[in-house]
């Protein structure tokens, strides 16, 4: 499938298809749900989703991978060292960095603000000395960097039907709601990495702090003041979901079909956290695997008529072509085995 997308959009280089290889690796690895509602897309966009997908990835493992023995003055090294390679290659166009690479072809080929980068790096270099954040106020200003600004950075990869200042809150704020809902699924996690991002003030309305959170965590031991706080986390991320959702009719048509499966999928998750009985210190909630299955179906249909409505805008046709039912058949199988 590589090779089709590479093919489809254009890109010859060797070391540049390498490059954008690697970086849908990291999207694979890292970020299933997204990834799947990414086999929804256009072939020929989806090497620069992988790009900005990826290189994000490749960030935050520097910040936040469990496995590595770095130390935080380590870890903030390598993060100096990529922000540099990341304005060289900018700035140039090119980097002896695959990921890099690809990301600088992308933001050139789209004409991405490279401001949105900037205050992305930002946000991540905040991660090594930030632990918890004191109020939603506060919590927003971290995630216009590491949240919001990649919705934007999408926005010219997706297309929009609109001037894309109007698409541009709505796609932010799609943003801050799937981190929103990491946040909420990843609480135990982003505690054994000594980080609480669910607001200081939301958890102390339910009597909940870091102490408590901890004793839970460690002792495996359920308490309803817990259980209280996340449920109004869930309720605030929903509303997020909310503003951001009149922004997908925006988007170009070909496109739609991925971010809504997107938007489906992390509110499942949502979803699956109440399932479990907002249990996400002691595991973490998943969306059934036929709840995915029946997403990226549903989704499929949406690409088909998508398709179908773009070839007889051009042809003055309503029907369906072969080659479009053979791509739609391809991409069935190719969301069964990622399902």
Not at 8 to 32: Q, V, W
Not at 54 to 75: K, P
Not at 237 to 242: E, F, H, I, P
Not at 268 to 277: E, K, P
């Amino acid at each position: 499938m590589t090779d089709r997308e590479l093919d489809a959009a254009g890109i010859d280089d060797p070391h540049l298809r390498a490059a954008y290889a690697r970086c849908r690796r990291l999207n694979a690895r890292h970020g299933k749900t997204y990834f799947l509602a990414t086999r929804l897309l256009p072939v020929g966009r989806r090497p620069a989703v992988h790009a900005l997908y990826g290189f994000a990835r490749w960030a935050d493992d520097i910040v936040d991978d469990l496995e590595s023995t770095a130390t935080a003055a380590e870890r903030a090294e390598q993060l100096g060292a990529l922000q540099e390679r990341l304005a060289a290659g900018l700035r140039s166009g090119r980097s002896s960095e695959p990921v890099v690479r690809a990301l600088a072809h992308t933001a050139a080929a789209y004409g991405i603000d490279h401001r949105l980068f900037t205050d992305f790096m930002a946000a991540m270099r905040s991660d090594l000395a930030v632990t918890d954040y004191a109020t939603y106020d506060d919590l927003c200003g971290y995630m216009h960097g590491s949240a919001a600004v990649i919705g934007l950075q999408m926005l010219p990869v997706l297309g929009t039907v609109v001037p894309r200042e109007e698409a541009a809150p709505h796609a932010a704020a799609l943003g801050v709601a799937f981190q929103l809902t990491n946040f909420v699924r990843d609480v135990g996690e982003d505690l054994d990495r000594g980080r609480i991002y669910l607001p200081a003030d939301l958890l102390a309305a339910h009597g909940v702090d870091r102490e408590l959170l901890a004793w839970s965590r460690t002792t495996g031991v359920r308490d309803r003041r817990i259980t209280a706080a996340l449920k109004a986390a869930v309720a605030l991320t929903r509303g997020v979901y909310r503003r951001a959702a009149p922004g997908l009719g925006m988007l170009d048509p070909v496109s739609r079909p991925c971010i809504r499966a997107a938007f489906v999928l992390y509110g499942g998750i949502l979803d699956a956290v109440a399932d479990d009985g907002y249990a996400v210190l002691h595991r973490r909630a998943v969306v059934p695997r036929r709840r995915r299955a029946v997403v990226a179906v549903d989704g499929l249909v949406r690409v088909v008529a998508a398709r179908t409505r773009a070839a007889a805008h051009v042809s003055g046709t309503e029907t369906t072509t072969g080659v479009q039912l053979t791509q739609a058949r391809a991409d069935a199988a190719a969301h069964e085995e990622v399902a």
